[in-house]
């Protein structure tokens, strides 16, 4: 099976800046969707981003023009560059992919997952 590594969760403060990084071990990485969940305490895992093998993306609203996906497939890198980050941002931070197609927004849709990295944004 696919291993994936995550890192760059850490804590900032209101405004600041973090980068995420998920770097898989498989021969076939251009093939995968690739999303960044978030699962806030109390709150239910959600979809944050997603790249799809076309690099087609998905951000959610409460994250648009402030995040940014990207995907480097001779690395088997997905990176997630997060900006003016919120409080609201708070959470641990998943990268999951999924072998083929479009992007898909729940949970279940993906095979392989992350550790999860957390990111806690200070007012």
């Known amino acids: 099976q696919v291993q994936l590594v995550e890192s760059g969760g850490g804590l900032v403060q209101a405004g600041g800046s973090l980068r995420l990084s998920c770097t898989a071990t498989?021969?076939?990485?251009?093939?995968?969707?690739v999303g960044w969940f978030r699962q806030a305490p109390g709150k239910e895992r959600e979809l944050v981003t997603a790249?799809?093998?076309?690099?087609?993306?998905y951000y959610a609203d409460s994250v648009k023009g402030r995040f940014t996906i990207s995907r480097d497939n001779a690395k088997n890198t997905v990176s997630l560059q997060m900006n003016s980050l919120k409080p609201e941002d708070t959470g641990l931070y998943y990268c999951?992919?999924?072998?083929?197609?479009?992007?898909?927004?729940?949970?279940?849709?993906?095979?392989?997952w992350g550790q999860g990295t957390q990111v806690t944004v200070s007012s």
């Open positions: 790249i799809s093998s076309s690099t087609s993306t």
């Open positions: 498989t021969s076939i990485f251009s093939w995968y969707v």
């Open positions: 999951a992919m999924r072998n083929g197609g479009s992007i898909q927004f729940k949970v279940e849709a993906y095979n392989h």
